[in-house]
């Protein structure tokens, strides 16, 4: 079955969106956040960016549940991917049964969005690496963000049933 990777940097709408997503499918909703070791919160919410290795252990984490996951019901990942060789980690050997939705939008947008958010270990002050961390994917179904949820949601089904 497949899996399907919501991508995008923080406070772009990976979880609303993969939850709305998930919830049309009728199969699960994982969050990559929920993921992280002990080591990776603290050091964002200390204000600072995770570096590759930091995310290394996270990625090996995902890449056995994307691949349980896989095996049964197929499930929707919020998880930021924003390397290509991430997404590779995440994929690896599995190329066809992983779908990543890329969701985009201009810097001014996610930063408008994320000044809104509250209760999320994520700082404003990450934002901007993320972005210069951004390695846009070349096979993805890209959504723009700039429009309604249930929009967003409709156009990656269409996509998703070409």
């Keep these: 079955m497949n899996v399907y990777v919501v991508m995008g940097v923080s406070g772009i709408g990976k979880t609303t969106i993969g939850e709305k997503l998930a919830e049309k499918l009728e199969i699960p909703f994982y969050d990559a956040d929920d993921y992280h070791p002990e080591a990776n919160v603290k050091k964002m919410s200390s204000g600072l960016a995770l570096d590759d290795e930091d995310r290394k252990e996270w990625l090996e984490i995902l890449a056995k549940n994307i691949k349980d ?3 049964n019901k197929g499930a929707v990942l919020a998880c930021s991917a924003l390397k290509e060789t991430y997404r590779e980690s995440l994929s690896k050997g599995l190329k066809d049964q992983v779908v990543f939705v890329y969701l985009h939008a201009e810097y001014d947008l996610v930063f408008k969005r994320m000044k ?47």
Excluded: C, M
């Design 116 to 162: 809104a958010r509250k209760g999320h270990y994520f700082k404003e002050s990450l934002l901007k690496s993320q972005f210069d961390t951004l390695e846009e994917p070349q096979s993805a179904i890209k959504v723009d963000v700039d429009q309604k949820i249930t929009e967003i949601v409709n156009e990656v089904l269409g996509k998703i049933k070409q």
């Design 69 to 71: 996951w896989s095996e």
